[in-house]
């Protein structure tokens, strides 16, 4: 075999494996599709940075847990910043988890993945921090389990669960507006 003949295997050989079982920033997430990934840091309340079991690469990308808002530090967020960033941090850093899709917005303004996440089939972990009180439901975007997740923020704030029982009125008022 020639040179050439060789390096156009190669190439192939790589081509090949990498749409097989690569993973990279253009990769399209696909509704109905589920990944597997380690949690491997809890930015926030709401954030957490991922690696892909299929990323042969090993990039940790930064994902937002869609439908779901939870209280930041800066600005007017920080009421119950530290206890939602501490309730997702005890639940998911370093555990493996099933990632779904939504079947409209994929990816945030910035590029970074808005997933559904789960703990095996039937614990919904963007569902248990708005159950818990340690979020809110975003009402500035579509989303498939959307009115679900009002049901449950519906319940936690009469049951005064989580930032719903610690925090201002004020503060509270400026949520779901």
């Given at each position: 075999?020639?040179?050439?003949?060789s390096?156009?295997?190669?190439i192939l050989?790589?081509?090949g494996?990498?749409?097989?079982?690569?993973?990279?920033?253009?990769?399209?997430?696909?509704?109905?599709?589920?990944?597997?990934?380690?949690?491997?840091?809890?930015?926030?309340?709401?954030?957490?940075?991922l690696?892909?079991?299929?990323d042969l690469?090993?990039?940790?990308?930064?994902?937002?847990?869609?439908?779901?808002?939870?209280s930041?530090?800066g600005?007017?967020?920080a009421?119950?910043?530290?206890n939602?960033k501490?309730?997702?941090?005890?639940?998911?850093?370093?555990?493996?988890?099933?990632?779904?899709?939504?079947?409209?917005?994929?990816?945030d303004?910035?590029?970074?993945?808005?997933?559904?996440?789960?703990?095996?089939?039937?614990?919904?972990?963007n569902g248990?921090?708005?159950?818990?009180?340690?979020?809110?439901?975003?009402r500035?975007?579509?989303?498939?389990?959307?009115?679900?997740?009002?049901?449950?923020?519906?319940?936690?704030?009469?049951?005064?669960?989580?930032?719903w029982?610690?925090?201002s009125?004020e503060?509270?008022?400026?949520?779901?507006?």
């Amino acid at each position: 075999m020639g040179r050439k003949t060789s390096l156009m295997a190669l190439i192939l050989l790589f081509v090949g494996f990498g749409i097989g079982m690569g993973f990279d920033r253009n990769t399209k997430f696909e509704y109905g599709v589920t990944q597997e990934a380690t949690v491997t840091k809890v930015v926030d309340g709401n954030t957490v940075e991922l690696l892909f079991r299929n990323d042969l690469v090993g990039e940790v990308r930064t994902a937002k847990l869609k439908g779901v808002v939870a209280s930041w530090k800066g600005d007017d967020g920080a009421c119950f910043a530290e206890n939602s960033k501490r309730f997702l941090n005890d639940l998911l850093n370093g555990t493996t988890v099933t990632v779904m899709w939504d079947s409209g917005d994929k990816v945030d303004s910035k590029g970074n993945p808005l997933v559904y996440l789960w703990l095996g089939k039937f614990l919904d972990i963007n569902g248990l921090v708005v159950t818990t009180g340690n979020g809110w439901v975003a009402r500035m975007f579509p989303g498939d389990r959307k009115e679900a997740y009002l049901a449950f923020e519906a319940k936690a704030r009469a049951e005064k669960r989580g930032l719903w029982g610690s925090c201002s009125e004020e503060f509270l008022s400026k949520l779901t507006h």
